[in-house]
């Protein structure tokens, strides 16, 4: 593994939910899709979500395609 001069910022589902201003259902969702990547911290089945907030960064950067009329 790798040593990193940076600590990943880390957000709870309702930090993220508060950042984007949707509700927490609709995180989880976002999660549960696969379209924002969680990591869990503490035992693999229980533990809590966590959400590195480059990938919320990601998520909501900004698209290079162009819609279509």
Do not use: C, K, N, W
């Not at 593994?1 to 969702?29: C, F, G, K, N």
């Amino acid at each position: 593994m790798q040593s990193t001069d940076e600590t990943p910022q880390l957000l709870t589902v309702a930090e993220l939910a508060q950042r984007l201003r949707i509700s927490r259902p609709t995180a989880y969702r976002l999660i549960g899709s696969g379209r924002l990547r969680a990591y869990r911290v503490g035992p693999t089945d229980t533990g809590a979500l966590r959400v590195d907030v480059r990938e919320l960064d990601r998520l909501i950067a900004p698209s290079t395609t162009e819609a279509t009329p």
